[in-house]
């Protein structure tokens, strides 16, 4: 007896024929046990020698391309519940994990936040775009934690809402813009982005800004002090 071996199996009145090696090839299975070379458990066999397995065919097939390729090969006529009972039955358990259904993403396209009391709809695929970041833990598909939801749909988020949509800008355009009057500080921002571990790029790009409202300043400076000197002269 060995794993090259051709065996015929009687399964529910149908005669399938497969090699021992892919009846073993989930060490931990019943199967596995049941076909072992060094077994002591093989099934009865038939008058004609055929091993008898009591199961529905057209599952076992199923269950026996799973054991050949490690793919569920799922005809139309079968559901995934009635393979997952049987592939359970034979102690198949990284079968029974293929076949449960996947979790369905209940995150909409849009997510509507509320942001210290400001409502801001914004592409979710922005929100998640460093996933390293707490947005992105929040917000993507496999989330292990996510804000506060509110009785309007809306998720709560504590952060300066002016801060906010700047840092929701660059996520959108890779751009820092900031209002012509007012607004928040370069600081504030930073302060904001480090709270959501938004990375580098930001910081480099918060740097940048800093950079040139240092050299407007310098140059509306030098402007002032050419006037006053002009109005000297004359």
Known sequence: MSLTDWVTLDVGGRIISTYRSTLVSSPNSVLAKMFSPL??????KTH???YSIDSDPDIFNVILNWLRYQKVLLPTTLTSQSVSVVAEYFGLHDLVDQL?????????????????????NVNRSFLTRYPNS???EMFSAAARYTPTRLSDGSYSLDADPECFMVIINFLQYDKIILPYFGGPTIEDIRFVANQFA???DIMLALGQVTNRVAETKVRVVNF??????GGTEN
């Open 39 to 44: 077994s002591s458990l093989e099934p009865a």
């Open 48 to 50: 004609n020698g055929h």
């Open 100 to 120: 449960a259904p996947s979790p369905p993403n209940t995150w909409p396209e849009v997510v509507t936040l509320d942001v210290r009391g400001r409502k801001i």
């Open 134 to 136: 707490y947005l992105a």
């Open 198 to 200: 938004l990375g580098n």
């Open 224 to 229: 002032d002090d050419k006037g006053l000197v």
